[in-house]
């Protein structure tokens, strides 16, 4: 089945750790975001890509990082210096922009991240 | 900057009700409107979208209507079940682009 997995499903860090998340699609979609989800805050972008080895920052990019090194994958790295990095991690991704259906985003089942 | 303003927060629905949710936007720019729901520890999934040139579309026992000249957009659950508790996100996009989302609304539909 064709879908996206994000890993992993909960983690864990002490203040001043960097953490990876992971993300892989194999729908061979082009683009690929970042959401951070925070109770009644709804879903906020903190980066997306559209193609591989190039991302541009969202909303929320500060304390974010990301690499866009294959098609299929896009790795968020939540880094210490993002002050309050404890939220529901979601990863999307969507046909090319510009293409008929672009608009319509499929989510992995998330990461949880809880600062300890 | 919240684009899309969406209401109520929460929302408690007796079983068979209809469940209504509210969103506002202000870029006229936008021309495709998505509604989302996500079920507790999972991804959202698109349920039912919209584009500007009808004002109404239905699947099933949703419903998006859509009023243009106000900027607004809605939800409608019909016969609301249990199984529909969950988060709606209302979103808007411009052409393409990426979507901006609502703040999200809890349903709980009471047995």
């Known amino acids: 089945d064709g879908g996206i997995t994000q890993s992993p499903k909960y983690l864990f860090r002490k203040e001043g750790q960097n953490v990876t998340l992971s993300c892989e699609q194999n729908?061979?979609?082009?683009?690929m975001y970042w959401y951070r989800q925070d109770p009644g805050q709804g879903l906020r972008l903190i980066y997306y890509?559209?193609?591989?080895?190039?991302?541009q920052k969202g909303d929320i990019a500060e304390g974010y990082s990301v690499s866009r090194e294959k098609k299929e994958s896009f790795p968020l790295t939540v880094t210490s210096a993002q002050k309050n990095p404890t939220a529901f991690y979601l990863c999307a991704s969507s046909i090319l922009w510009g293409s008929s259906g672009a608009n319509v985003l499929t989510f992995g089942a998330g990461s949880r991240l809880t600062v300890l | 900057q919240q684009q899309v303003k969406q209401s109520p927060q929460s929302l408690i629905v007796q079983k068979g009700g209809i469940s209504i949710i509210n969103c506002a936007y202000e870029?006229?720019?936008?021309?495709?409107f998505p509604w989302y729901q996500q079920f507790p520890g999972k991804g959202p999934a698109l349920l039912i979208a919209?584009?500007?040139?009808?004002s109404e579309k239905k699947e099933g026992r949703f419903t998006i209507s859509f009023n243009k000249s106000a900027k607004q957009f809605s939800l409608h659950i019909m016969d609301s079940q249990p199984g529909d508790s969950a988060t709606y996100f209302c979103a808007a996009s411009p052409g393409g682009n990426k979507l901006v989302f609502g703040a999200g609304t809890i349903l709980r539909v009471k047995s």
């Open positions: 919209i584009r500007p040139d009808v």
């Open positions: 729908l061979n979609h082009d683009a």
């Open positions: 890509s559209q193609i591989v080895n190039d991302f």
């Open positions: 870029n006229t720019a936008f021309d495709y």
